[in-house]
C-alpha cells in the first residue's frame, strides 16, 4: 500500500472531525502520536 502525502492542515481537520463524531479524545489522540 503506497503512502499517502498529507498537509499538517489536513491532518489537523481530520483530527478535529474525529473528536467532533465523537471519538474519545486520548484515542484520537494515541491514534496521532500526541502524547
Known amino acids: 500500500m503506497p503512502w499517502k502525502e498529507s498537509s499538517v492542515m489536513e491532518e489537523r481537520l481530520r483530527f478535529v472531525a474525529r473528536l467532533l ?9 494515541r491514534e496521532f502520536g500526541i502524547s
Request: one cysteine or more.
Open 21 to 29: 463524531e465523537g471519538e474519545r479524545m486520548s484515542d484520537v489522540c
